[in-house]
């Protein structure tokens, strides 16, 4: 599988995004859906999973409440709806595509990341 995401940009305090990463491959509904987040000089952080039929979502606490995760297996697409954006989801964000998990050690499949900045 190999994923690219897109989406990312300068936005400021309060506003929105929508990320997604597409999908090349067959297998791609057979996994879980990922999005993890690293700013500068910090470990790479999980920020919510989607299980392979929608199902089940799973955000961190810092996502809560205001990112949404989803996907579309007919267009082989995952996405993070990111909505109230503030300055501390300053960060490259990663898609990837494996098996459940908080640690990015267990996913296979990763995108390239796209920058999200969030003004003040």
């Known amino acids: 599988v190999q994923l690219q995401a897109s989406g990312g940009g300068l936005v400021q305090a309060g506003g929105s995004l929508r990320l997604s990463c597409a999908a090349s491959g067959r297998s791609f509904s057979s996994y879980t859906v990922a999005w993890f987040r690293q700013a500068p000089g910090k470990e790479r952080e999980f920020v919510a999973a989607i299980n392979w039929s929608g199902g089940t979502t799973y955000h961190a606490d810092s996502a809560k409440g205001r990112f949404t995760i989803s996907r579309d297996n007919a267009k082989n697409t995952g996405y993070l709806q990111m909505n109230s954006l503030k300055p501390e989801d300053t960060a490259v964000y990663y898609c990837?595509?494996?098996?459940?998990?908080?640690?990015?050690?267990?996913?296979?499949?990763w995108g390239q990341g796209t920058q999200v900045t969030v003004s003040s």
């Open positions: 990837a595509a494996g098996q459940y998990s908080t640690s990015p050690h267990r996913y296979d499949y």
